[in-house]
Nanobody, 126 residues
């Protein structure tokens, strides 16, 4: 079992930046692939970014490529999402998730992640 706690969300103006963090506890963090997903009101949850267990592979949704960067610090059991050039359409609750099975991939499929945090709200004003 692993517990995930997101932080770093908030209210920011369009064009601004935020860095989300997801701290993990429990089983060995470095053996998991990690992902970020988001869900806006009235919409389905969607993939944002993912990173493999050692950080060698990353994957991004087309909507965030070039603006968002996922990274991880296995010594701190933390995964980050640096979000730049934010847009109002980035407004959502952001969730981190852990995939212990496909740890060598940067998996975009939310149904294949076993553990989820409670989410952090990101609001981008125009």
């Amino acid at each position: 079992q692993v517990q995930l706690v997101e932080s770093g969300g908030g209210l920011v103006q369009a064009g601004g930046s935020l860095r989300l963090s997801c701290a993990a506890s429990g089983r060995t963090f470095s053996s998991y692939a990690m992902g970020w997903f988001r869900q806006a009101p009235g919409k389905e949850r969607e993939f944002v970014a993912a990173i493999s267990w050692r950080g060698g592979r990353t994957n991004y949704a087309d909507s965030v490529k070039g603006r968002f960067t996922i990274s991880r610090d296995n010594a701190k059991s933390t995964v980050y999402l640096q979000m730049n050039s934010l847009k109002p359409e980035d407004t959502a609750v952001y969730y981190c998730a852990a995939d212990p099975n496909r740890y060598y991939t940067a998996n975009p499929n939310d149904w294949e992640y076993d553990y989820w945090g409670q989410g952090t709200q990101v609001t981008v004003s125009s």
